[in-house]
């Protein structure tokens, strides 16, 4: 699986973006997908994740409330919908596929990574 993330860019604190992560392969569908971040001089840190059927959603608390994450997988594509976005969300986002455990927030149990992309919300 190859995933390509993009919809970064420079964003007004409050303001809005929504990310996507396009996937090759046959079998996207079979995959739980995430959403990490990594902010410059911090650890890599779970987002948001979806299930494979029946697309069961979670998210990490400091984003519960102003992100959602979805899936087509017609398109091979999962989305990350981000609201109300704050300065403390600016980091290189970056979509991830697990086949083998399912539903996860680790990074060590993401198999697939895409070469994320740049959100920077200002003050």
């Known amino acids: 699986v190859q995933l390509q993330a993009s919809g970064g860019g420079l964003v007004q604190a409050g303001g809005s973006l929504r990310l996507s992560c396009a996937a090759s392969?046959?079998?996207?569908?079979?995959?739980?997908m995430g959403w990490f971040r990594q902010a410059p001089g911090k650890e890599r840190e779970f987002v948001a994740g979806?299930?494979?059927?029946?697309?069961?959603?979670f998210y990490g608390d400091s984003v519960k409330g102003r992100f959602t994450i979805s899936r087509d997988n017609a398109k091979k594509t999962v989305y990350l919908q981000m609201n109300s976005l704050k300065p403390e969300d600016t980091a290189v986002y970056y979509c991830?596929?697990?086949?083998?455990?399912?539903?996860?927030?680790?990074?060590?149990?993401?198999?697939?990574w895409g070469q994320g992309t740049l959100v920077t919300v200002s003050s």
């Open positions: 991830a596929a697990n086949f083998a455990i399912g539903i996860s927030t680790k990074v060590t149990e993401y198999e697939y």
């Open positions: 979806i299930s494979r059927s029946p697309y069961i959603t």
């Open positions: 392969g046959r079998v996207f569908g079979s995959y739980a």
